[in-house]
């Protein structure tokens, strides 16, 4: 069984020691802005807090945390985010299923502990499939 195809990459993990001075250095050198559909993840003020270019080509997601920042997140269509849970446990890899609201995010790790996401934005089609996920929820695939 071959892997199923991916879209690009949808955003990077980074960790910052404060994420209101990281924001302030991202639209000054980069010219970053904050998503707003997505600013209410940051509700505790420690991320994540989505950033993007003016292209709207390349997001960060921010976090306030020590230690090592927790990989890529991988795009994908509907199409593609159900094929790769299907991939993924056929692997026997462990996944956690999430239902963000507005996205849907498959995320596992690599042989090495690293932390990898798949996202799609294409929520309906998911929500469609994966409707007993509660939406904030985590749901553990085997």
């Not at 970053?32 to 997001?59: H, I, M, Q, Y």
Request: hydrophobic share 35%; glycine share 8%.
């Amino acid at each position: 069984m071959s892997a199923p195809l991916l879209s690009g990459i949808d955003h990077c993990h980074l960790n910052v020691e404060n994420i209101q001075e990281a924001l302030k250095w991202y639209k000054r050198v980069l010219g970053f802005s904050v998503v707003e559909e997505l600013a209410f993840w940051n509700e505790n003020g420690k991320g994540p807090l989505t950033l993007e270019d003016t292209a709207k080509t390349t997001r960060l997601a921010l976090f306030e945390a020590q230690g090592r920042s927790k990989g890529i997140a991988f795009a994908a269509t509907g199409a593609q985010f159900i094929c790769w849970v299907d991939y993924l446990n056929g692997l026997n890899i462990k996944t956690v299923l999430a239902d963000h609201g507005v996205t849907f995010s498959l995320y596992f790790k690599d042989n090495s502990g690293n932390s990898h996401e798949i996202t799609s934005r294409d929520y309906p089609h998911i929500k469609a499939v994966y409707g007993d996920v509660k939406q904030g929820s985590h749901k553990r695939n085997t």
